[in-house]
């Protein structure tokens, strides 16, 4: 099991960028995929991007791999989603998910079953 804690939203301008921090506590998590999924008002939670902790390989939704890069600290248990040129449609909450089951490629996103409990990105014009 493991505990995790979403920060770095708030306000910001269109065109700015922010960094969202993942803190993951409780276990080891070498052998995790994480991931940062976001709830736009009215509409379902979507995937934006995974990390696979065992080889740092990376995935991102269609069409948005220029504006948003994932990485991972080991020593600080912080996964980051950093954004870029931040867009209206950008406004969401914004969580951190965590499986540890087996998936030999990206695209299993039905195993994410560890979640934090978000954080608020708005971005105004």
């Known amino acids: 099991e493991v505990q995790l804690v979403e920060s770095g939203g708030g306000l910001v301008q269109v065109g700015g960028s922010l960094r969202l921090s993942c803190v993951a506590s409780?276990?080891?998590?070498?052998?995790?995929?994480i991931a940062w999924f976001r709830r736009a008002p009215g509409k379902e939670r979507r995937l934006v991007s995974e990390?696979?902790?065992?080889?740092?390989?990376?995935f991102y939704e269609d069409g948005e791999e220029g504006r948003f890069t994932i990485s991972s600290d080991a020593a600080k248990s912080t996964i980051y989603l950093q954004i870029y040129n931040l867009k209206p449609e950008d406004t969401a909450v914004y969580y951190c998910?965590?499986?540890?089951?087996?998936?030999?490629?990206?695209?299993?996103?039905?195993?994410?079953?560890?979640w934090g409990r978000g954080t608020q990105v708005i971005v105004s014009s």
């Open positions: 409780g276990v080891a998590v070498d052998d995790y995929s």
């Open positions: 998910a965590a499986h540890d089951y087996d998936c030999p490629q990206h695209g299993c996103w039905d195993l994410y079953n560890n």
């Open positions: 990390i696979t902790l065992s080889d740092d390989s990376t």
